[in-house]
């Protein structure tokens, strides 16, 4: 890395997630490595978790009245954008010669369905239309991996592009890399202020693996290697991870935050290496995270109580074996069903992960969704509307309709799926929302009116939780910075600005 940056000071920002009912859940972990990297050689960074902060624009601009940073990177999932553009352009507003880095989920999705546009000679597609608004709002855009391709978007003549998510690329993180770098730069947010708990034990979340290499229709990422091709971290670094958190925030509980945990054939050995920490530090876990149906075995739920898991979240999705079909799950429902009763053979909650709105949606696959849930008897439910992501194939797949203006069009054997064009920069009204009502439909089936889908959809999550007497998850309000109370200088509060140099790392013994 080259030396001329070293003493430079560089702002990250993680944007608020308004469409969750509860922002101080989880970290975003992603520009968290990103801020070790950068740490590691000897950048001060000034970190702003706007996490769950009503007025966060307000908050910029007191950042920019006393800040000397002339960079910054901001992370963003599709959800987060319409919030990175607002934070980008209250930066702009302050320093019109900032320099602004967007990474992240969605610039990474964008970028994957544009060049398959480019591939296939379509310059006009509307992964040409979203790629081009990001290159209107951002001054450098990285797609894929961070950790090492900051360092490429830090250089004064940097492309608009910094293409990480290939393969080929020396950006792209191998299962070695993840092993030798850094974990993430937790100390930069305030630990305190997120409240996550598994059985009552205080919880943080970490990252064992990158990536599924499954195709369902739904998902993101289907034709970006960053997100389709799995790399993974040894048992042994995950194990060192999980004792740095226990012994740096006394956290006992650990949200294992990857795609499918059993998609790793070393899963069970990560098991029973957590099971032997518990032992050897004379203490007990809690874990929870994501399983693939098909892929569960009675060995690998037994090795997962003994490591302290109680819940397991699964994607299921459908209770209809025609919508299994038109996703492209590769799980049967007698599959999803067997992977519910393993889990309570062993004592594991289940919470299911289900979604409408998908080719050949009707009122009977939804019945059919509403009747498994009823019979499998899940411990909790999600149920959200389908959205077209840019890097899903019912994105990158659809073809503009003959008929219908601003609609898009996806099939799968004779099912269609219809979609609305979205501004992504501009609006998260098609993410989850309130699940007792709040939800909009940006889709439509030949058998069901974007209308139609959210009446079915509340009418489900009613009449599950009703059946099986599972509550509605509590909702908790984004808080206001109120720099009126007693803040010196205008300066932010501790739980929103932290800034940390690399000297002062070491003076702390905060390892690397």
């Known amino acids: 890395m080259s030396a001329q940056f070293a003493k430079e000071s560089i702002t990250l920002i993680t944007p608020p997630s308004v469409f969750l009912l509860d922002e101080r859940v989880f970290m975003s972990l992603g520009i968290l490595k990103v801020a070790a990297m950068l740490e590691k050689e000897g950048y001060t960074i000034e970190f702003l978790d706007l996490s769950g902060i009503a007025n966060y624009e307000e908050v910029i601009q007191i950042h920019m009245q006393n800040t000397k940073s002339t960079t910054f990177g901001i992370t963003a999932t599709t959800p987060q954008l319409p919030q990175a553009v607002k934070v980008a352009q209250a930066i702009r507003n302050a320093n019109p010669k900032a320099k602004i880095i967007l990474g992240g989920p969605h610039i990474t999705l964008v970028t994957a369905a544009y060049k398959r546009e480019q591939k296939k000679e379509l310059q006009n597609g509307r992964a040409h239309k979203a790629f081009q608004q990001l290159q209107n709002e951002f001054d450098i855009l990285v797609a894929g991996d961070g950790e090492f391709s900051v360092f490429e978007a830090l250089k004064k003549n940097a492309p608009n592009l910094i293409d990480a998510d290939d393969p080929k690329s020396k950006m792209f993180l191998t299962n070695s890399d993840l092993d030798e770098q850094p974990f993430p730069s937790r100390h930069l947010v305030d630990a305190s202020s997120y409240h996550y708990t598994i059985d009552e034990f205080p919880a943080m979340s970490l990252i064992a693996q990158l990536g599924c290499p499954f195709a369902c229709g739904f998902c993101g990422g289907r034709y970006s290697p960053f997100l389709r091709r799995t790399r993974q971290r040894s048992s042994e670094s995950v194990v060192s991870e999980i004792h740095h958190l226990y012994k740096t925030y006394g956290v006992r509980g650990f949200m294992l935050y990857d795609d499918e945990l059993n998609v790793n054939p070393k899963m069970v050995e990560l098991m029973n290496q957590i099971t032997e920490l518990q032992k050897k530090e004379k203490t007990e876990f809690r874990l929870r995270g994501f399983v693939k149906a098909q892929l569960f075995t009675e060995e690998q739920a037994a090795s997962m109580v003994k490591a302290g898991f109680r819940w397991l979240l699964c994607g299921y999705e459908s209770g209809s074996p025609r919508i299994l079909r038109n996703i492209n799950k590769r799980a049967t429902q007698d599959e999803n069903t067997r992977c519910v009763e393993i889990a309570k053979k062993y004592g594991l909650k289940v919470k299911a992960l289900m979604s409408l709105g998908h080719p050949g ?72 929302g309130d699940p007792n009502g709040g939800y909009q439909s940006f889709v439509y089936t030949d058998h069901l009116s974007a209308t139609d889908i959210v009446k079915w959809r509340d009418h489900l999550e009613k009449s599950v939780r009703k059946q099986l007497n599972i509550p509605y998850p509590p909702a908790s309000k984004a808080r206001r910075y109120e720099h009126s109370m007693g803040q010196m200088g205008g300066q932010l509060p501790q739980n929103i600005l932290r800034v940390v140099s690399a000297p002062q790392i070491r003076k702390q013994n905060i390892p690397l």
């Open 361 to 432: 949606e009707s009122e009977e696959t939804v019945q059919e969704t509403l009747q498994w849930l009823v019979d499998v008897k899940p411990d909790d439910f999600d149920m959200t509307i389908i959205t077209t992501y840019p890097g899903t194939p019912y994105y990158d797949d659809a073809i503009l309709h003959d008929e219908a203006k601003n609609v898009w069009a996806y099939e799968f054997k004779g099912d269609r799926l219809y979609s609305y064009e979205v501004d992504y920069s501009g609006t998260a009204k098609y993410y989850k």
